[in-house]
């Protein structure tokens, strides 16, 4: 694959501000002349549909270190059929991405072995680094969904509800006797305030 290194040339992948002219130790490698390995290309740097032209590169930074190597005449070249895979949307790195936890859907029970088999049978070339626009993935089926958990059917959202109900039955039984008591009180000190008598009884 020709290359250019310590140019003016300027990375086209997404979000890679890569270039020559400020970098000396990236290389910048042209688009293959196979039109089916140029379409994987596109694909996974994410510009399906972009124009390449003569001038458009990929810097180093999104190919594996082994897939780089130096020729006889000093120069970087590509191994055959080498495509980018290392970006900013992963991080740089070969690990395929998977969707949040609130993206999950439910599948049905019948699927779960077939996802399990696709999900560990990964594909160097697959299309997860696709563009989002129509691209799905099912979720491993050792990761439990949140639509299936039946907290309900908790024993200890259960307990919790008997201990709460049981304190709710002591505070009310507390909240009657605290007005019990004050009730009491009360009739004391009036019965005391309208009997002198009563009152020189209990004080002398």
């Given at each position: 694959s020709p290359f250019t290194c310590g140019t003016g040339h300027h990375c086209c992948v997404p979000l890679c501000t890569a270039g020559g002219r400020f970098n000396k130790m990236l290389s910048f490698h042209s688009f293959p002349?196979?039109?089916?390995?140029?379409?994987q290309w596109l694909i996974k740097i994410r510009r399906d549909g972009f124009t390449v032209t003569t001038r458009s590169?990929?810097?180093?930074?999104?190919?594996?270190?082994?897939?780089?190597f130096v020729s006889?005449?000093?120069?970087?070249?590509?191994?055959?059929?080498?495509?980018?895979?290392?970006?900013?949307?992963?991080?740089?790195?070969?690990?395929?991405e998977r969707p949040g936890i609130w993206e999950r859907r439910p599948r049905p029970v019948d699927t779960v072995a077939m996802?399990?088999?696709d999900y560990n049978t990964e594909d160097e070339n697959d299309v997860s680094d696709m563009p989002i626009t129509g691209c799905t993935e099912s979720a491993p089926a050792s990761i439990p969904l949140i639509e299936d958990?039946?907290?309900?059917?908790?024993?200890l959202i259960v307990v919790d509800r008997i201990k709460y109900e049981t304190m709710s039955r002591e505070i009310e039984e507390l909240r009657r006797q605290l007005e019990s008591y004050h009730l009491t009180q009360g009739f004391g000190l009036q019965r005391f305030a309208t009997s002198p008598e009563d009152i020189r009884y209990y004080t002398r």
């Open positions: 002349k196979d039109s089916e390995l140029r379409a590169r990929v810097c180093s930074r999104h190919f594996e270190t082994g897939e780089i006889s005449s000093g120069k970087r070249c590509l191994q055959p059929k080498t495509v980018p895979s290392l970006f900013h949307w992963n991080n740089f790195s070969e690990k395929t996802a399990t088999v958990h039946d907290y309900a059917a908790s024993p």
